[in-house]
């Protein structure tokens, strides 16, 4: 049985309870979207990280045109999270040109030659002292600024995670069905 629309009697009703669902349980998940991690305050009121607790940073899984790829919030100096795909063959950690110049990241007058599929070219080295990837502090160290593109469909490449980065932590997990990535404890 149907109506004059063509939908299923109580069709209206379950939308409606659909979209008060959604309207429920979309505000948990932005709250739980942060980085998972056990932390509590010493006597000097520094935050440390229980021992033995895997780190879990939120994971945005994007299927497009056949191919799969993985990103992760980076943040600098509190500033963003931009979305950065997780490139494990990456040797070197990157930043767009143009989130390089948004948040002011001054390049260190090296130049390094860089390849990918497009070809091999010099580009500028910027110093990043403050950086984190979920609520997670990364090392101090060095990027490559180079342009990735305009983006494309609503987002694009903000940056690659390299493993000049994720090297540093030993083992990761990419658990593409949950949408983490798990890191060891240090």
């Avoid at 209206?12 to 349980?25: E, K, P, Q, T």
């Avoid at 010493?42 to 899984?61: F, N, Q």
């Avoid at 000049?164 to 949408?179: C, E, H, P, Q, R």
């Amino acid at each position: 049985m149907s109506t004059r629309d063509g939908r299923a009697p109580g069709g209206s009703r379950r939308r409606r309870r659909r979209r008060l669902l959604a309207a429920l349980v979309t505000p948990l998940l932005f709250l739980s979207a942060g980085c998972v991690v056990v932390e509590d305050r010493d006597d000097t009121g520094e935050t440390r990280t229980s021992p033995g607790v895997v780190r879990e940073v939120p994971l945005r899984v994007v299927e497009q045109g056949g191919r799969t790829l993985a990103f992760v919030p980076v943040s600098f100096e509190d500033r963003g999270p931009y979305m950065f795909a997780l490139d494990t063959g990456a040797s070197t950690s990157v930043v767009d040109e143009d989130v390089a110049d948004r948040i002011g990241l001054e390049r260190t007058g090296e130049r390094r030659t860089v390849s990918g599929i497009l070809g091999t070219g010099e580009v500028p080295v910027a110093r990043v002292d403050h950086w984190e990837v979920g609520e997670l502090p990364l090392p101090a160290g060095e990027v490559t600024v180079i342009d990735l593109g305009p983006p494309r469909g609503g987002g694009g490449i903000e940056g690659l995670l390299g493993s000049d980065v994720l090297s540093d932590f030993g083992s990761i997990t990419v658990d593409y069905d949950d949408g983490v990535l798990r890191i060891p404890p240090p």
